[in-house]
C-alpha cells in the first residue's frame, strides 16, 4: 500500500500530510497520526500504510512550522497548544473527518490529547505512545535548551539537532536515507528552526499537563497506551498512573523501545494498534 503526499490550505495555512487509502469500501473509523517534538509525518511511515491494507484510511500531517507544512512566523501563529488546535480543526474539518481514531507520540502529541479532550464526539478510540500524559512529565533538557534565551537560536538553527534528538531520544541509529528527510526542512530555509524555537517556548506543557490529568478522568472512549520502557526522558511509571487512573484503557510495554517507538519498532506496534482501530465504538 503506497503513501501519497499532498498539501492544503486552510485559514491561509498550507498542511503538508502523508495518506495512504483502503482499496474498496471500509467501515472502519480512519486513523489520524500526529508526530512530536522535532520529527514530522515521516516518523509514520511503516504505520500508516499497514493500516491502509486492513482496509483504514491512514492520515498523517506534518504540524504548523514542521517538516513541509507552512513555517509561520510567530507574529503570525503563536506556536501555543490553542493555536495548533485551532490549526488542527481546520485541517480536520477541511480532510471532513467527522468520527476518526487518533494516534499521538511524543511532546507536541499532547496537542492532540487537548484536541481530543475538547472535542470527545470525533474521537471513535485513542492510542497514545510515549506522550508526556501527567503533570509529573517535565521537558527534557536536551528539548528544553532549544528554548533558552541566545543559546536557543543558534542551537535550532544547526540541522544535527534532528540526528541528535531523535537517536537521543530512541536510544538507536537512525540511517541517512531517513535523516536526509527530516534534516531537509532545517537545510531549506531558517524558519524551521525559528518554529522549532517558539513551540518549545509557548509549548506551556505544566497547564497542558493539568487539562490532561484532570480531563481523562471522565473520558469514555477505548485508549491503548504502548510504551517504550527506555524512554530516556519519559518514564512508564507516567503511563501506568494513567492507566490506573483513566477507565477503559490498556497498557502495553514495549522492551528495549525508546521515546520515538514509530521509528524502529514499527511491527510491535502495529500488533496491537491494528486490532485496536478495528474496534467499533459505541456511535
Request: charged residues 20%.
Amino acid at each position: 500500500m503506497s503513501i501519497t503526499e499532498h498539501k492544503i490550505n486552510v485559514d491561509s495555512l498550507e498542511w503538508f500530510y502523508r495518506e495512504s487509502l483502503p482499496i474498496g469500501r471500509s467501515d472502519l473509523a480512519p486513523v489520524l497520526l500526529l508526530h512530536g517534538l522535532v520529527s514530522q509525518s515521516y516518523s509514520w511511515r511503516n504505520i500508516i500504510p499497514a493500516l491502509a491494507n486492513q482496509g483504514t484510511r491512514a492520515i498523517a500531517p506534518d504540524w504548523i512550522g514542521y517538516g513541509f507544512s507552512a513555517k509561520p512566523e510567530k507574529r503570525d501563529f503563536a506556536y501555543t497548544p490553542d493555536a495548533f488546535i485551532t490549526a488542527l480543526e481546520g485541517f480536520i474539518k477541511a480532510l471532513e473527518l467527522e468520527h476518526f481514531s487518533l494516534v499521538v507520540q511524543g511532546f507536541l502529541g499532547s496537542v492532540g490529547l487537548q484536541y481530543a479532550l475538547r472535542h470527545p464526539e470525533q474521537i471513535a478510540n485513542l492510542a497514545i505512545l510515549n506522550t508526556p500524559i501527567s503533570t509529573a512529565a517535565k521537558l527534557p533538557w536536551k528539548i528544553k535548551q532549544m528554548g533558552l534565551p541566545l543559546a536557543g537560536e543558534v542551537i535550532t538553527q544547526d540541522p544535527l539537532l534532528v540526528d541528535r534528538t531523535l537517536e537521543g531520544g530512541s536510544r538507536y541509529r537512525i540511517g541517512d536515507k531517513d535523516l536526509d528527510i527530516y534534516r531537509k526542512p532545517f537545510l531549506t530555509a531558517s524558519s524551521s528552526g525559528r518554529s522549532l524555537l517558539a513551540s518549545i517556548r509557548n509549548l506551556q506543557l505544566d497547564s497542558a499537563m493539568t487539562e490532561i490529568q484532570s480531563g481523562f478522568k471522565e473520558w469514555q472512549q477505548p485508549i491503548l497506551i504502548q510504551w517504550g520502557m527506555i524512554d530516556p526522558w519519559l518514564p512508564v511509571d507516567i503511563a501506568e498512573n494513567f492507566t490506573n487512573s483513566v477507565p477503559n484503557t490498556e497498557l502495553i510495554k514495549l522492551n528495549n523501545v525508546g521515546h520515538y517507538p514509530q521509528e524502529h519498532y514499527h511491527e510491535a506496534i502495529l500488533q496491537d494498534l491494528l486490532p485496536f482501530v478495528r474496534r467499533k465504538d459505541a456511535h
